[in-house]
């Protein structure tokens, strides 16, 4: 089955206790994103990347990192969260080539910074 | 830059009713347009898209017609069910790097 999995779904950690949300995909798609989900604002992209070994910043980076060492995978780096961090989030991926091309979007993972 | 911007919800509706959640946006050139539906828990999936003016995407008894002379792409759908209940997400993706741009969201409740 062609999916995007998160992981973990839930997480509740403390301010300053380093995390990482993995997601994959197996569709072969070149391109993954990672967005956050708060009321009212809608989805917000934190960080993209093209293909292995190319990411860039989104509209709100600060505070993440990724990495893409492989195609499938597309990890979330918070290296000290902060309550301000707490929010759904979701990992996607699609192929590139288009602007048509349908996002792909993993279940969420809801984060919980005390 | 680009912008999407959706009616506010929540939308209460009686099932069997006739919904229409507006959607229009501000873009340079050609954007694509979609709606992405949201189930209670789920993630995010596409219920429709439209890549061109006048194009009318549908899906699952939902429709939108990509209007470029109002810059708008309002979903409807004639008569709605409770298990329409979600939340709906208006975007736009029209830049090379293939970032989708939303519109906050609309949440829709149908009652029985």
């Known amino acids: 089955e062609a999916q995007v999995t998160q992981n973990p779904r839930y997480l509740i950690t403390v301010t300053g206790k380093k995390l990482t949300v993995t997601c994959s995909q197996n569709?072969?798609?070149?391109?993954m994103s990672w967005y956050r989900q708060d009321p009212g604002l809608g989805l917000r992209q934190i960080y993209y990347?093209?293909?292995?070994?190319?990411?860039d910043k989104g509209d709100v980076p600060e505070g993440y990192k990724v990495s893409r060492k492989e195609k499938r995978n597309f990890p979330l780096i918070l290296e000290s969260p902060s309550p301000n961090q707490t929010s759904l989030y979701f990992c996607?991926?699609?192929?590139?080539?288009?602007?048509?091309?349908?996002?792909?979007f993993g279940p969420g993972t809801r984060l919980t910074v005390l | 830059g680009n912008s999407v911007t959706q009616m506010e919800g929540p939308v209460t509706l009686s099932e069997e009713a006739f919904l229409t959640i507006n959607c229009t946006y501000t873009?340079?050139?050609?954007?694509?347009l979609f709606w992405y539906v949201q189930y209670p828990g789920e993630g995010l999936q596409l219920l429709l898209k439209?890549?061109?003016a006048d194009d009318k995407g549908s899906n699952k008894g939902f429709e939108a017609t990509y209007r470029k002379e109002t810059t708008s792409f309002h979903l409807e759908k004639g008569s709605v069910q409770v298990s329409d209940s979600a939340v709906y997400f208006c975007?736009?993706?029209?830049?090379?790097?293939?970032?989708?741009?939303w519109g906050a969201g609309t949440k829709l409740i149908i009652k029985p």
């Open positions: 996607a991926s699609r192929l590139v080539g288009s602007a048509y091309n349908e996002q792909f």
């Open positions: 569709m072969n798609h070149e391109y």
């Open positions: 990347s093209m293909n292995v070994e190319v990411t």
């Open positions: 873009a340079t050139g050609y954007p694509s």
């Open positions: 439209a890549t061109k």
């Open positions: 975007a736009l993706s029209g830049d090379s790097n293939y970032q989708l741009i």
